[in-house]
């Protein structure tokens, strides 16, 4: 019965400690509008102002992310797909800083001329740092990529799941005491 004691109390603790230390990843997501957009030259660039909402899953919204989970974005009349798109946490340019973007040329470059972007903001601060995109082109005149001088965006989170620790700890203590009431039982 000692054996049977000792199994019980040590898969009750295991079972609160478990739930007491579990996290729990939430969505997020962020709409987003970028506009004032400019190439390096100074020129107009064909869609200003960008906006769109892209969702991931994080700890919380000042956490790195864990993966993305879907995008809403248009740029240039191609609309971004899930599979087109890759994240850095951290970003590679500030480690208080993530970054989402289109992978044509590998997340952290923006290649012209192709359906391409970048957003990038700090973690902290919520605020965006960078918003820059490419748009296919057929000739090299257009072949350019524009940056965003001005950004507004929000982040928004889902309520996480909350443990119910007490209702654990009740249970397992209910199964402890009937634990050693079985072995007081047992030694009469």
Same mark, same amino acid.
Not at 34 to 40: K, M, P, Q, R, T
Not at 48 to 76: F, H, R
Not at 90 to 97: G, I
Not at 166 to 188: E, T
């Given at each position: 019965?000692?054996?049977?004691?000792?199994?019980?109390?040590?898969?009750?603790?295991?079972?609160?400690?478990?739930?007491?230390?579990?996290?729990?990843?939430?969505?997020?997501?962020?709409?987003?509008?970028?506009?004032?957009?400019?190439?390096?030259?100074?020129?107009?660039?064909?869609?200003?102002?960008?906006?769109?909402?892209?969702?991931?899953?994080?700890?919380?919204?000042?956490?790195?992310?864990?993966?993305?989970?879907?995008?809403?974005?248009?740029?240039?009349?191609?609309? #971004?797909?899930? %599979?087109?798109?890759?994240?850095?946490? $951290?970003? /590679?340019?500030?480690?208080?800083?993530? =970054?989402? +973007?289109?992978?044509?040329?590998?997340?952290?470059?923006?290649?012209?001329?192709?359906?391409?972007?970048?957003?990038?903001?700090?973690?902290?601060?919520?605020?965006?740092t960078d918003f820059s995109y490419s748009v296919y082109a057929s000739s090299v005149e257009?072949?350019?990529?524009?940056?965003?001088?001005? #950004?507004?965006? %929000?982040?928004?989170?889902?309520?996480? $799941?909350? /443990?119910?620790?007490?209702?654990?700890? =009740?249970? +397992?203590?209910?199964?402890?005491?009937?634990?050693?009431?079985?072995?007081?039982?047992?030694?009469?």
């Open positions: 019965m000692k054996k049977v004691f000792v199994i019980v109390s040590v898969a009750f603790l295991l079972l609160v400690f478990g739930t007491l230390t579990n996290s729990y990843a939430i969505p997020i997501s962020m709409e987003f509008s970028a506009s004032g957009f400019v190439d390096w030259d100074g020129n107009e660039a064909p869609d200003d102002p960008v906006s769109g909402t892209i969702t991931w899953e994080a700890a919380s919204v000042n956490a790195t992310i864990d993966y993305l989970i879907s995008v809403d974005l248009t740029i240039g009349g191609h609309n #971004y797909l899930l %599979s087109e798109i890759d994240y850095e946490s $951290p970003s /590679p340019y500030d480690e208080d800083e993530d =970054l989402i +973007g289109g992978v044509a040329e590998g997340i952290e470059y923006i290649m012209p001329g192709t359906n391409d972007f970048w957003l990038r903001w700090n973690r902290e601060t919520l605020e965006v257009l072949s350019d990529f524009w940056y965003a001088t001005s #950004y507004e965006a %929000s982040i928004s989170a889902e309520t996480a $799941p909350v /443990p119910e620790p007490s209702s654990i700890v =009740l249970m +397992g203590l209910g199964l402890v005491g009937l634990a050693g009431y079985g072995r007081k039982r047992m030694n009469r």
